[in-house]
């Protein structure tokens, strides 16, 4: 008598999600090399200019997918779980209301919402103690990037209050 493994399914073909995923590897490395192109005319007198760090970049995009391609036909990647939608769609609302509320309401309290329903999205059930924690957090960073480093960020009510 003997124990068998459990049956894993095989999988018949390529993996599709990591060959678009290599696709889109490929076309973002090609997008950058054909972009900075223009770039090492201007500077043909030096051996590093202002493309050699992006063409080092596009190179190792274009070597990732290459990998990633080379994977997925040899079908080398793990099953991929089931999607769980739901924490997904709480993300996205969190980023839809930072797009849509930084401008009127600011960095602090925009990205002070993406925090809460990202958490939301991850497990934490309290939005009423996530979204407060988020903001202030959220207006530390606007001190530290506004007033400190004299970046700019979107100011809104709350920063006004504390800085006019």
Known sequence: MSIDAPQTPTRSGPNRAALVIALCLFALGCLILWDTSRLSA?????????ATVPNIIAGGLVILALCTGYTAFRG????MEQLDV??????VAGLVAQLLLLKPLGFSIATGLLF??????????????SIPIGIVICFVVWIIFSKLLQLSLPAGPLERLFFS
Not at 42 to 50: K, L, T
Not at 120 to 127: A, E, I, S, T
Request: charged residues 20%.
């Open 76 to 79: 080398g990647f793990p099953e």
């Open 86 to 91: 739901p924490p997904v769609l709480w993300i």
């Open 116 to 129: 809460a329903l990202t958490a939301r999205g991850f497990g934490k059930r309290k939005l009423w103690f």
């Open 42 to 50: 201007m500077a043909s007198y030096a051996r590093i200019g202002p």
